[in-house]
């Protein structure tokens, strides 16, 4: 079909649904940003503040932005395994391990922790001899749909701009723009039959949420509004006190006026002549009263910040975060035991959500393959179907520790596989093929000293003919030889 085409029903449809899935989404994934971006500005205070300050209080607390990195940086990849193959495992490797696809891969975690889910696209580069070119894309500007019985995605679409679109099918994908309230395809693009080159990843994904669920919540929002309305109460509460506050007892009202009769500013009152105001004659006590000054009591920034702290808990609780994270207390953990202990809510959580990004990412690394094989044939998916994701512990286990696994797995294992010994050692995929190389180079080495040592085969020497044995004499019938 040429360029400039109108789509067809089996294209426009999924194009117009997706499309109206992400301006559905689009409030709520906006409200979710400005809170992880600190631009959520705080509408209902509740109480009187000094009116310099009541605009533009926006909410000046990083748990939305701390509830996805902390937990999203101890989502560690650590490459693949299972491929039998020698030269699809080199492929992959090339792919996966290069700082760009290192990169994807914590872009699209964070992205999914914000929004619930994210995609990731693959499609063929246009220039020989370069690999697929891979982006990844937040719910915002992405969305895709599912086959009901499979779960594999049946159509995708990437927002490239406010008019502009690619439109991901099975076995093509298609650039489009809107013309005069039509889709229309600029360019219609290499594909892979078999497959739509879209991977999405849902964050704690359920039935009832199959698109994931936001490590903002609901609750965590209203955490931080309480806890921007404690901080706002404790900046008034400073304001109020920052001046002097102090009452003037026993004073007349005339040591306030000025020579016209006019009343002096209490700027002025406290600079000049209130240090210096006279007697005044008390009619009911018939003397004179000495005016005092009092200073007032500040009073306390503690509830304020006992408050915060409550609150700061219940986001702990909420975002499985360690309290001293939160930045509210700096109460230091006794021992390795003990950070790993208030650790164990939000290392539970990651385990049990591993499995799930390790799928996509298997998902992902194979339409990559494909991509670059430019083709999905049953050989190369037989090939790559035990390949498995691969992750780094989630915890903050210490050197000693890992040495110590490692260690006791060698001992009890000492004809294992060196490269699992490796990884309870804690050697991440880099290290581990290093060392793999050296000891293949090592073996190799010690191959060729045990050849060069060896002595060279002789043939044996010939026996002398004195030395062999006499062969039997056949008689013949008559007994003679």
């Known amino acids: 079909m040429a360029d400039g085409r109108e789509l067809t029903d089996d ?4 194009l117009q649904r997706m499309l109206s899935m992400i301006g559905q989404k689009k409030k709520v994934n906006r409200l979710r940003a400005d809170y992880h971006d600190g631009r959520k500005q705080l509408t209902t205070k509740g109480f009187s503040i000094p009116p310099h300050m009541r605009e533009g209080w926006d909410i000046p607390l990083g748990w939305g932005e701390k509830a996805i990195t902390v937990p999203a940086s101890r989502i560690r990849p650590d490459g693949f395994h299972g491929i039998v193959d020698e030269e699809l495992r080199d492929e992959l490797a090339d792919l996966t391990t290069d700082g760009r696809h290192e990169t994807l891969e914590r872009q699209w975690v964070r992205s999914a922790m914000q929004a619930g889910i994210a995609f990731a696209f693959v499609t063929a580069n246009e220039t020989a001899g370069e690999p697929p070119i891979r982006v990844i894309r937040p719910a915002s500007h992405a969305s895709a749909e599912f086959d009901a019985r499979t779960g594999q995605v049946s159509a995708a679409v990437e927002k490239t701009g406010a008019s502009t679109a690619i439109l991901y099918l099975d076995g093509k994908n298609l650039k489009v723009s809107a ?7 600029e360019k219609e693009m290499v594909g892979v039959p078999g497959l739509v080159q879209c991977t999405p990843f849902a964050w704690s994904a359920t039935l009832e949420h199959p698109r994931g669920r936001s490590r903002i919540t609901r609750p965590l929002m209203g955490f931080m509004d309480i806890g921007a309305r ?5 900046e008034v509460t400073a304001e109020y006190f920052s001046a002097p506050q102090r009452a003037l007892m026993g004073a007349d009202e005339s040591a306030f006026t000025n020579s016209k009769g006019e009343r002096i500013s209490p700027w002025d009152a406290m600079i000049g ?6 007697f005044v004659w008390d009619e009911d006590e018939q003397k004179n009263l000495t005016p005092s000054l009092q200073q007032l009591q500040q009073a306390s920034m503690q509830p304020h910040v006992d408050m915060l702290r409550s609150i700061a808990s ?8 360690p309290l001293g994270y939160l930045g509210v207390t700096h109460d230091q953990p006794a021992s390795a035991d003990a950070i790993l ?8 959580m990651l385990e049990a959500e591993l499995p799930a990004f390790g799928a996509a990412r298997t998902d992902f690394a194979k339409k ?5 094989h430019g083709e999905w044939t049953d050989e190369l998916r037989a090939a790559l179907r035990p390949m498995r994701a691969k992750f780094r512990d989630p915890g903050t286990p210490t050197v000693s520790a890992r040495a110590d696994a490692g260690q006791k797995f060698v001992n009890t294992w000492p004809d294992g596989d060196p490269e699992v010994g490796m990884e309870l050692y804690g050697l991440d995929q880099d290290q581990r093929r290093r060392m793999l190389a050296h000891l293949q180079k090592g073996a190799a080495k010690k191959t060729v000293a045990e050849l060069l040592a060896k002595p060279a085969d002789t043939h044996p020497a010939a026996e002398p003919e004195s030395a062999k044995p006499e062969e039997p004499v056949s008689a013949g019938a008559d007994g003679k030889p």
Request: proline share 5%.
């Open 11 to 14: 294209e426009r449809e999924p």
């Open 179 to 185: 013309s005069r309230g039509q889709w229309v395809v």
């Open 230 to 234: 404690t901080l706002l109460r404790e």
């Open 273 to 278: 002549g209130v240090w210096g105001i006279p």
């Open 314 to 321: 219940m986001v702990s609780s909420e975002t499985t975060i």
């Open 341 to 348: 202990a208030t650790e164990s809510d939000m290392v539970a």
């Open 368 to 372: 990559c393959l494909a991509v670059q």
